[in-house]
């Protein structure tokens, strides 16, 4: 599959805005939400930490946004074309070693993640 790419950060930092939310809200039912929130911004640093947003430092990000830096790297090493193969090597390689250059290591994959 060949993409057109016009070399923009906007969807990767877009990206990086809903990881963020995520990390708040992830596994919370509406109501929780709404009861904590009540409909307005979630306070960035200082929102509520849930038993599953404790396992992050904040700052951090979950394997989703992992997921996409990988993909994104396999666009630019193939010039634009995603390759299934590539992804796949690379999914392997971040399952075993995570991404020590950005501090994340394979121990901090959580278990069960998407």
């Not at 999914?91 to 950005?102: A, D, Y």
């Amino acid at each position: 599959m060949r993409l057109v790419m016009h070399m923009d950060w906007v969807p990767f930092s877009f990206s990086l805005c809903l990881e963020l939310k995520s990390i708040a809200t992830e596994f919370c039912t509406k109501e929780w939400v709404n009861d904590k929130f009540h409909g307005s911004q979630i306070p960035f640093p200082d929102f509520p930490r849930t038993a599953h947003s404790v396992r992050w430092t904040l700052g951090d990000w979950t394997d989703d946004t992992d997921q996409l830096i990988l993909i994104l790297q396999g666009i630019l090493e193939t010039g634009g074309t995603v390759s299934e193969t590539n992804f796949a090597m690379k999914l392997i390689h971040w399952i075993k070693q995570g991404f020590p250059e950005l501090g994340d290591t394979a121990d901090n994959i959580p278990s069960g993640s998407s």
